[in-house]
């Protein structure tokens, strides 16, 4: 009889945080400051830095510096959710590159 091993499941603590290099639809409800925004085609989203990183990740601490008060999207984004697994899955087939205009706003 041979042993099954297990998916390892999601944990953000050992991942590369995949997810805050996506593309997320702000709302006007979400209350964003503007200076963490900006626009792209037609819509209002989280601006990126030059390496795709959501620009409201605190880089020292690797998290999300407005954690409390992120946009609803990103807090129904669920670790280790079909969604979460699909992107983790292309970014790792794909070597890790810059993920492009993935928008982070419909079923998650």
């Known amino acids: 009889m041979s042993a ?9 603590a ?3 945080a995949v997810c805050c290099r996506l593309t997320v639809v702000v709302q006007p409800e979400d209350g964003i400051a503007e200076h963490l925004t900006t626009e792209l085609g037609g819509l209002r ?5 030059q390496e795709g990183w959501c620009v409201a990740i605190d880089a020292a601490r690797m998290c999300c510096s407005i954690y409390d008060a992120r946009p609803e999207v990103c807090r129904r984004f669920r670790m280790g959710g079909p969604y979460c697994e699909a992107v983790r899955e292309d970014y790792q087939r794909d070597g890790r590159s810059r993920i492009e205009s993935t928008l982070l706003g419909g079923a998650l």
């Open 4 to 12: 099954v091993l297990a998916e390892p499941v999601a944990d953000c």
């Open 14 to 16: 050992r991942c590369d």
């Open 45 to 49: 989203v989280m601006a990126r830095d």
